[in-house]
């Protein structure tokens, strides 16, 4: 079987988890040049769809995801990447994952404290 | 804060996972529609991009998804939904997860065994 990239426009989604606590930690997107540098780099390396290129996630923080396995799905339009995860944090918001929020009583609420300070760690950076 | 619909067509992805075990079970998507339906009923609903409508996951095969805890990511745009997989299996095809085949020096490859027989579960039916 081959990723099917064509279902979305080039791309298929990404689901990141942590393989040590089994933790998802965020969801990405990558289209076939993004797989490809992830395979050859074993960094996680996404395409960004608000920016409309590539990005190696921990470009700028440090907080690289290391890939330690890679499933897909029965449609082939999804992946699953399991990663060690350097550093703290996966989100920019300064949290372990970018799933910080739960749900409770219709509300939308932080569930957890920040992991890292994002304003040390991305200064002025978008 | 609330939910991002309008990023990707008026949908957001939803990772499942499974509550007791922590493995991802599989990705879906859900429209707004899906979203109250899976908040209204406690089991997760999704929308079909393939078919064009709404389903309830395990409608035919009663595998439902019982909805024990609902996360957002930071940009709004992903929920991931913990459940009780009522049910030997998720996928379609048998398996436990749909995320059963693995990278395997550049195959995929599938890496477990089926949970229980689809053409017995579904039948005809697609």
Same mark, same amino acid.
């Given at each position: #079987?081959?990723?099917?990239?064509?279902?979305?426009?080039?791309?298929?989604? +990404?689901?990141?988890?942590?393989?040590?606590?089994?933790?998802?930690?965020?969801?990405?997107? #990558?289209?076939?040049?993004?797989?490809?540098?992830?395979?050859?780099?074993?960094?996680?390396?996404?395409?960004?769809?608000?920016?409309?290129?590539?990005?190696?996630?921990?470009?700028?923080?440090?907080?690289?995801? #290391?890939?330690?396995?890679?499933?897909?799905?029965?449609?082939?339009?999804?992946?699953?990447?399991?990663?060690?995860?350097?550093?703290?944090?996966?989100?920019?918001?300064?949290?372990?994952?970018? !799933? !910080?929020?739960?749900?409770?009583?219709?509300?939308?609420?932080? +569930?957890?404290?920040?992991?890292?300070?994002?304003?040390?760690?991305?200064?002025?950076?978008?």
């Amino acid at each position: #079987m081959n990723l099917d990239f064509a279902k979305a426009d080039g791309l298929v989604t +990404a689901v990141i988890q942590d393989y040590a606590s089994g933790r998802v930690l965020m969801v990405g997107y #990558m289209n076939e040049e993004a797989f490809r540098k992830t395979l050859e780099t074993g960094c996680a390396t996404f395409y960004s769809r608000s920016r409309g290129k590539l990005w190696v996630k921990g470009e700028t923080s440090g907080h690289r995801l #290391m890939v330690k396995e890679i499933s897909t799905d029965c449609d082939g339009d999804a992946l699953l990447v399991r990663v060690e995860a350097l550093g703290p944090g996966v989100c920019h918001e300064g949290y372990q994952s970018c !799933f !910080f929020r739960k749900l409770d009583h219709g509300k939308w609420r932080i +569930a957890e404290a920040r992991a890292y300070d994002p304003s040390a760690v991305y200064g002025g950076k978008p």
